[in-house]
C-alpha cells in the first residue's frame, strides 16, 4: 500500500461519518491525486485557479473540486462551470460577483463566507460583527445563484491548542447564531469548515463538518 493510501486510512480513523474529509491536492502532481482518487476520495481542494482549471481539465470527472484559497474577482468566471464548493467568500462584493458569474453558466454555486478567528492579520474574512451586520441587512437574499451553505475559518498557526480550540468554538457559535437567525428554514445552511492537518481533530470536537487535510496525506511540499 502506499504512503498516500495509508496516510488517507490513518486519517479517516479520526474522522466520523457526518464529517467530509477534503484532501487538499494544491501543489501536488495529478498523480498523487490519482493515488487519493483510487483510495476512494472523491473531495479534493485547490487554492490556485489555474492549477485547479488544470487538473479539472485531465482528471476525472466525478471529483467534487472544493477552491480554499483566496479567490480574486476576475478569476471567478473560471471556477463557476465546474466548482463544487468555495470556501473562502470573504465580501459581500465577491458574493455578488459569483452570483453575477454564476447567472450567466446557468449554475448555482455553492458557497461559505469565510470568517477571521485567527490572530493574524494575514488571513482574509468578515469579523464576527461584519458578518452579522451583512446578513442582517438581507440584500444578499435576492442574489438567485449563489446558495450559502455555511461558515469556514482558519485557526490562528500556534502551539497553544486551548487558544485554536477558543478560535474554533468562537466560530461555532456564530454558525449557530447565524443558522438559528437567518437560516432556521434553510437545511442547505448546514456546512462549517475548520481544522487542517494540524488541528483538525480539535476541530472535529468543536463542531467541523468539512476538515481540509493536505500535508498529513500528501507530505509536506516546498512551494
Not at 206 to 218: A, N, P
Request: hydrophobic fraction near 35%; charged fraction near 20%; aromatic fraction near 8%.
Amino acid at each position: 500500500m502506499n504512503t498516500i493510501s495509508t496516510n488517507i486510512l490513518s486519517i479517516r480513523t479520526h474522522i466520523p461519518p457526518h464529517v467530509q474529509l477534503v484532501c487538499v491536492s494544491k501543489f501536488n502532481p495529478n498523480e498523487s491525486i490519482i493515488e487519493a482518487y483510487e483510495t476512494g476520495e472523491r473531495v479534493f481542494g485547490e487554492s490556485k485557479v489555474q492549477e485547479l482549471c488544470g487538473k479539472q481539465e485531465s482528471l476525472p470527472k466525478d471529483i467534487d473540486w472544493h477552491f480554499i484559497g483566496h479567490l480574486q474577482t476576475n478569476k471567478i468566471k473560471y471556477l463557476v462551470p465546474f466548482v463544487s464548493l468555495i470556501h473562502g467568500v470573504d465580501s459581500y462584493k465577491l458574493l455578488t460577483e459569483i452570483d453575477n458569474q454564476a447567472t450567466k453558466s446557468g449554475r448555482r454555486v455553492n458557497c461559505l463566507l469565510q470568517v477571521h478567528i485567527a490572530r493574524e492579520e494575514t488571513k482574509f474574512g468578515f469579523s464576527a460583527e461584519e458578518l452579522l451586520e451583512m446578513l442582517s441587512l438581507g440584500e444578499w437574499k435576492q442574489l438567485s445563484h449563489v446558495q450559502i451553505c455555511g461558515l469556514m475559518g482558519m485557526a490562528t498557526y500556534t502551539e497553544n491548542r486551548d487558544q485554536i480550540r477558543a478560535e474554533f468554538r468562537g466560530l461555532k457559535t456564530l454558525f449557530d447564531k447565524a443558522k438559528s437567525t437567518y437560516f432556521a428554514s434553510e437545511s442547505l445552511f448546514c456546512e462549517l469548515s475548520m481544522g487542517m492537518s494540524d488541528d483538525y481533530q480539535l476541530a472535529i470536537q468543536e463542531g467541523s463538518t468539512l476538515v481540509r487535510v493536505g500535508s498529513s496525506i500528501f507530505g509536506h511540499r516546498n512551494y
